[in-house]
């Protein structure tokens, strides 16, 4: 374990002697990898989400040039070192568990085991890094602290998981897959994903601020150790971002270790903590001090706008048809289809929730979700329906009551007539079952 920045206060022994030749390599490795980390991973992989909104002006050139020289590195690595088959290309904002963050990860190892080693040899006669351990310690709270306050806002705020839709409502819950069944569980309840969204925001606030860092590293490694969990138990394509983020929380929770242990567990009195400053210089504290407010003023205005607007951008908008209907009567060419269960053409359910595609579930319960175009004003819908999504079906469309729907006109060469009743969605458990205080009989 690294010395804590606090022994450099201790007027003991040890602490004037400096630290061992292992603390010295240990710290040097440490430092280039979570340095080189926080730069090519937890900056660049948002800086084209924050130009959008105004919060990264130049991040797209930033990226763009990130794409062009370290991606390519990366990928030059993949396929030449790490043997990765096919190609490795670099795509912004995609999920941090692909091949190309895997390789990202052993090249941001290897160099910081080549800086370490570069560093050993140029500075072989420094006996401490106290100093520059505490400015490590202040960017890994400040990076620790953005991602804290983006994940936690975008479940504050509806972004980040979301009600199941009407055709969630109808998948079976054995075709589920991992993430689905995740989204589902997490999206059902907001006042669950509310308290998991403040539980990070609190984190991310608290390790702001020296005084409530450890306090703040507790919550974020009790809230982290449950996400990880989730991603690696649920498929959840962030493994690799939520365990660096969990290593950051122990990493600052590490000097303060032992005072835990003594006070929580061996009973004993436990001496106030002793802070280290970066620097004690009058005009270096008074530009830190506005730093400091600086950043703390944008993180949480970037945290709260960010999610408000991606909020509003993923409101669902009902199409002009919207809900679940049932096949009442299916006509093909004149002649009634029969409801068998074998059929794969006869539509058995059709789900209308979006404006860009249909979910259709035939009589084999076979169901997909199919590409579709409205035209509003012709009340007509087309559906690109086939395995391949290219059989073209024209259907205008009518409401004739509310409970009701009729569509007719082409699919290929055949002429449809379909009857469709409406199915009431607020009838559904998931829906309709409610919070109650008393579950279950005495």
């Known amino acids: 374990m690294l010395p804590s920045p606090t022994d450099a206060l201790q007027p003991d022994s040890a602490a004037d002697s400096g630290w061992n ?32 909104f105004g919060f990264a002006p130049g991040g797209r050139l930033v990226n763009a040039i990130y794409a062009k020289t370290w991606a390519r590195l990366v990928s030059w690595a993949g396929m030449h070192v790490l043997r990765v088959n096919g190609p490795l290309a670099y795509a912004s904002g995609g999920n941090s568990d692909g091949i190309f963050s895997y390789t990202q990860l052993f090249c941001i190892a290897a160099v910081a085991i080549f800086a370490a080693l570069v560093w050993t040899l140029l500075d072989r006669r420094r006996t401490e890094y106290y100093r520059l351990n505490a400015w490590l310690r202040v960017g890994v709270r400040y990076a620790l602290a953005f991602s804290m306050l983006s994940y936690g ?31 589902a569980f997490m999206g059902y309840s907001r006042p669950y994903a509310i308290f998991a969204g403040v539980s990070e925001v609190l984190a991310g606030v608290l390790v702001l601020f020296r005084r409530t860092a450890t306090i703040g590293a ?40 032992g005072r835990l242990a003594n006070c929580l567990v061996l009973n004993r009195i436990v001496l106030p903590a002793r802070f280290e400053q970066p620097s004690n210089s009058r005009w270096v504290r008074i530009g830190r001090f506005v730093a400091k407010a600086a950043i703390v003023i944008y993180m949480v205005a970037m945290s709260i706008m960010v999610s408000l607007k991606l909020e509003s951008m993923s409101a669902r908008q009902s199409p002009p048809l919207f809900g679940i209907f049932e096949v009442e009567e299916f006509i093909r060419n004149g002649q009634a289809i029969p409801p068998l269960g074998t059929d794969r053409a006869r539509w058995k359910t059709a789900v209308f929730e979006d404006s860009s595609r249909v979910l259709i579930k035939f009589m084999d319960v076979d169901y997909d979700y199919y590409p579709a175009q409205y035209d509003a004003a012709a009340s007509k819908i087309t559906i690109y329906t086939g395995d391949k999504h290219t059989d073209k079906n024209v259907l205008a469309y ?15 060469s055949d002429a449809l007539f379909i009857r469709l009743t409406r199915s009431d969605e607020s009838k559904l458990p998931l829906v309709s079952d409610k919070f109650k205080w008393i579950n279950g009989n005495p």
Not at 165 to 180: A, D, H, I, K, V
């Open 21 to 52: 030749p292992v603390q010295r390599i240990g710290f040097r490795l440490l430092f280039s990898y979570l340095v080189l980390y926080i730069i090519l991973v937890t900056l660049i992989e948002d800086l084209d989400l924050l130009s959008d």
């Open 153 to 183: 806002m975008a479940k504050v705020y509806d972004v980040q998981f979301r009600f199941p839709g009407l055709g969630g409502l109808l998948t079976p819950y054995g075709e589920l897959s991992p993430f689905s069944l995740l989204l």
């Open 218 to 257: 507790m919550v974020g490694l009790a809230v982290l150790a449950n996400v990880v969990m989730l991603d690696f138990c649920y498929h959840w394509p962030e493994k690799l971002d939520s365990t660096h983020l969990l290593l950051m929380s122990v990493f600052l929770l590490g000097p303060d270790l």
């Open 398 to 412: 009518s409401l004739p009551d509310r409970d009701h729907l009729v569509l007719r006109g082409q699919s290929g």
